[in-house]
């Protein structure tokens, strides 16, 4: 038999995994869209050869972006929108909640949505056909369909590639400022915000972006052993909401029956940050403060 293994390279690491076979490989309008079967992590999702998600831990990725924000309402919300987030775990979390009466999945690359809905069934299962009443798919420019949003939204879960490529629009400063035009008065955002051990540049500058534009921005982290450095980290922001399990001791019990990550101490603790990674929120803190400088002559 012949030994495949594959690496994804991360600037100067890599992840290398034993594979089996080759499922599914196409080239999109935006990116090359692949799935293989890998022998320690099961089924995996690949855009532009960067690993999105794999059928042995996607769990931990999913639950804590969707389950940190849900459960921190006290008020059960009721319209949350998903960007990106094509392979369907996230919006598979979301409609657990019954208090949930409309989720927008808006994802560009439609191709990501038919692969996985032929190829990762347990991740995609919430945009097979039937659709659940609630569930609203559109193949679409998230930055686009953000703009047209006003209060709209009680939650909006960035749930992107990393900041290059199709995704790259989903971190600036504009993009996060029509986010919070489009939430509730009591509306929560949660993006994920890379690795704080290998992407410290792409982690500052996603910081130095969302401090002047929400009034509550905190990092959370947790272990995604297939993404770069397996130490992953979301940011939770909110016009004054905190991020502390708020809902119903019913509903967090629920919920907390069907995860395998989430516990409502993880949810907690998660938001204890290592020095090192308070020290890049610190850097990103003071150099959003920075006054702008402006051109030699323009002070006055
Ligand atoms: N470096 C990989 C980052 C991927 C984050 N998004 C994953 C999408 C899973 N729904």
Redo the contacts with the bound molecule.
């Keep these: 038999m012949v030994d495949l293994w594959l690496t994804e390279t991360h600037k100067e690491a890599g992840l290398t995994v034993r594979v089996s076979g080759t499922v599914y490989s196409e080239r999109s309008a935006f990116q090359q869209v692949d799935v293989v079967d890998t022998v320690p992590y099961g089924r995996m999702l690949l855009l532009d050869g960067?690993?999105?998600?794999t059928e042995q831990d996607?769990f931990v990725?999913?639950e804590m972006i969707v389950h940190v924000p849900m459960l921190s309402f006290a008020q059960p919300p009721t319209r949350v929108l998903v960007i990106?987030?094509g392979?369907g775990?996230?919006v598979r979390e979301v409609l657990r909640y019954p208090s949930v009466e409309q989720v927008v999945l808006c994802e560009i690359d439609g191709l990501v949505i038919e692969a996985c809905k032929a190829h990762l069934p347990d991740i995609s299962v919430a945009l097979r056909e039937p659709l659940d009443p609630r569930l609203t798919v559109i193949v679409g420019d998230g930055i686009d369909y953000i703009e047209r949003q006003h209060n709209a939204f009680d939650l909006i879960i960035i749930?992107?590639?990393?900041p290059m490529g199709p995704g790259e629009g989903l971190f600036t400063e504009t993009f996060y400022r029509h986010v919070h035009r489009a939430l509730t008065a009591h509306g929560m955002m949660t993006a994920?915000t890379?690795s704080p051990v290998l992407d410290k540049t792409e982690f500052v500058n996603i910081y130095r972006n969302l401090l002047p534009v929400f009034s509550v921005v905190k990092p959370y982290v947790g272990s995604v052993p297939t993404?770069?450095s397996g130490m992953w980290s979301w940011a939770f922001c909110s016009k004054g909401e905190t991020p502390l399990p708020k809902a119903p001791a019913q509903t967090i019990e629920a919920i907390a029956a069907h995860t395998r990550y989430y516990t409502p101490e993880v949810h907690t603790a998660a938001f204890a940050l290592p020095g090192f990674v308070q020290a890049l929120v610190a850097q990103a803190a003071q150099s959003s403060a920075q006054p702008v400088v402006l051109a030699a002559g323009g002070a006055n």
């Design positions: 960067r690993v999105m998600t996607e990725y999913h990106g987030g392979d775990g996230t749930d992107s590639t990393d994920q890379e993404y770069p």
